[in-house]
């Protein structure tokens, strides 16, 4: 039997915080294993428990803690444990300062319970997750004018190394991508690190980024 993906949630709004974690527990697949109202308490709980985590939803205000700051401990220490941040002061024009940050899925509080549900499992099996409108918002800030890539030095992507990063954008896990490729899980994860270290990002939300600026990809394909 597959296990349940284990969540922390952590926002200081009491009454809405009960409510979705009633919603969770109802939820095929997940627990609910953390609750907190305070960043650096929930940070300090980590410390004391058995098994940790597999994703926290992270409020981005709280009243005596800061979401970014707190995702930011919580990558330092506890890197494999995915981030969610939510918030109502959302802005699609936060989203490249997110990914930087490495936060794996940045949502508006305004969104429906369901697509919550989808993101927590998309960054446990994928690493990231961006919805459409996202999508759009992306490349609508990319510059008409911005020019195509040439592949005229030694440290250009390969092709194959482009296939992969297509099929990251497409959101394929390392399983799906060497059962499409006929490669085997290794080598798919060796062509993602030499990705990671020839565009210089740290995570596959940064790769999708990177492919979109410089139009290495059909972002019709990507959601």
Do not use: W
């Amino acid at each position: 039997m597959e296990s349940k993906i284990r969540i922390a949630v952590v926002d200081d709004e009491e009454l809405i915080t009960r409510a979705l974690v009633d919603f969770l527990s109802t939820q095929d697949g997940l627990t609910v294993c953390l609750l907190s109202n305070d960043g650096n308490l929930f940070l300090n709980e980590l410390e004391t428990i058995n098994e940790l985590p597999d994703a926290v939803v992270l409020d981005l205000k709280m009243k005596n803690s800061d979401g970014i700051d707190i995702n930011r401990k919580l990558k330092k220490s506890y890197p494999e444990i995915k981030t969610i941040v939510v918030s109502s002061y959302y802005k699609d024009s936060y989203l490249g300062y997110m990914m930087k940050e490495e936060v794996n899925a940045f949502l508006s509080k305004d969104i429906k319970p369901e697509v919550l549900v989808e993101a927590i499992r998309a960054v446990c099996k994928k690493g990231f997750f961006l919805t459409s409108g996202q999508m759009d918002a992306i490349r609508g800030q990319i510059s008409s004018k911005t020019a195509k890539p040439s592949y005229l030095n030694d440290d250009d992507l390969t092709i194959r190394e482009l296939e992969v990063l297509e099929m990251i954008c497409q959101q394929y896990t390392t399983s799906d991508i060497a059962e499409k490729l006929f490669i085997s899980k290794i080598t798919v994860e060796g062509h993602r690190n030499n990705l990671l270290l020839k565009t210089g990002v740290k995570n596959s939300a940064g790769l999708v980024i990177y492919a979109v600026q410089r139009q290495l990809i059909d972002v019709d394909k990507i959601i």
